[in-house]
């Protein structure tokens, strides 16, 4: 409670309320008052005023107050509860060529860092978590990246060989939730077993269909359960192929617009690169094809740009993945950046293929061209 008390009035002291403007409390135009309730030893030997400390003095000081502060802080915590502090949705508003964006970025993952390790080395069950997505990541630099790399990041992955986790787990316990008020119910009490085309099972073709993220699969299963209903479908019934394609159109739009939502900061003209894959009509393409494409529609393009540059740019965005023939298993298979992103555009590729979640926003007709 003494802790709690120097913490409170700290922040009366400084800022006049328990419930400070938090967007004001950096500005130049405040002083950061701090009596003798925070004992800061740098503070004290300086000989500070810190009665009347403006503003711009504090990063001279700033580095023992938060020490103190944070001291204060993890000494008030109940050592028997978990406490989690989580920042999310930090991608908006996010621009690649903001420094400032990028540096805010930085200086919360680190702080994060340097706070965890407080609260672990006082005992306390305490977690600051930043929720950032992985391409972002990838575009900052800065000092002990690697060691946070390596020693506090955990990726969140579905359906993949790093990992246990499925999509259809997922799905499963929202089924138990709604249906029958278990923790899960099985993903064939909801879905026939009847394959799809190509003898697909059903999880696949949606699965395939998606970012392999949790908001794609449950927007593709309430377009399905959408489908269901217009014809019809009765309690007890379940999902049938036809309903799954009935969900198709539905969910493409869906999928283009978070596309849409991603892609306008990073490459203003890219409704006219969609426009170009478009108009191959199939899936699957060619660089060749590729490039003749773009000299139909050379009127959609500005000045420099390339057909490779272009499909690097649909690649960066998942758009398009590209052919890899042979690897340690043999065989050949399409990669995407959304499945890994560590893999870069192969500049010798010479097969593509469109996502097939946007086969039908695109209008893409067939598999392969030529069929």
């Known amino acids: 409670m003494g802790e709690l008390g120097k913490l409170e009035s700290f922040v009366v002291d400084s800022y006049g309320s328990r419930d400070p403007d938090v967007t004001q409390i950096f500005t130049p135009s405040k002083r950061l008052r701090i009596k003798p309730y ?23 000081i700033f580095q023992e107050v938060n020490r103190t502060i944070s001291e204060a802080v993890i000494t008030c915590l109940n050592p028997t509860y978990d406490y989690f502090v989580c920042f999310d949705e930090l991608d908006r508003g996010f621009d690649p060529a903001d420094d400032r964006y990028k540096g805010m970025l930085m200086g919360l993952i680190l702080a994060a860092r340097a706070v965890n390790q407080v609260a672990r080395e006082a005992g306390r069950r305490f977690s600051v978590i930043v929720f950032l997505r992985d391409d972002i990541y990838q575009l900052l630099r800065f000092e002990d990246k690697n060691k946070i790399t390596e020693n506090f990041l955990s990726p ?111 490459a203003p003209d890219y409704d006219d690169y969609l426009e170009i894959v478009k108009s191959l009509d199939a899936l699957q393409f060619s660089r060749d ?18 057909p490779a540059e272009i499909l690097r740019l649909l690649f960066e965005f998942s758009v398009v993945g590209y052919q890899r023939t042979g690897g340690v298993g043999g065989g050949s298979e399409y990669l995407y950046r959304y499945m890994d992103p560590t893999v870069r555009f192969d500049e010798a590729a010479s097969n593509f293929r469109v996502h097939p979640g946007f086969m039908e926003a695109f209008g893409l007709k067939k598999f392969r061209r030529g069929e």
């Open 289 to 306: 094809e590729f490039v003749e494409a773009c000299g139909r529609r050379k009127d959609l393009l500005k000045a420099g740009i390339t």
């Open 156 to 266: 969140i992955e579905w359906d993949s060989s790093k990992t246990k986790w499925t999509l259809q787990q997922l799905m499963e316990r929202r089924f138990g939730a709604t249906l029958s008020e278990t923790q899960s119910l099985d993903w064939g009490a909801v879905f026939d077993d009847q394959e799809m085309p190509g003898r697909q099972p059903k999880y696949r073709h949606i699965l395939d269909r998606t970012f392999r993220r949790p908001r794609d699969m449950i927007k593709f299963c309430n377009e399905i359960l959408s489908a269901y209903k217009r014809r019809s479908g009765s309690g007890g019934g379940k999902f049938a192929n036809e309903d799954i394609i009935a969900a198709r159109p539905a969910y493409s739009d869906y999928l283009l617009r978070e596309l849409q939502d991603e892609v306008h900061k990073h």
């Open 38 to 60: 925070l004992k800061i030893p740098y503070v004290v030997e300086g000989g500070f005023d810190m009665e009347r400390l403006p503003m711009e003095q504090l990063p001279r």
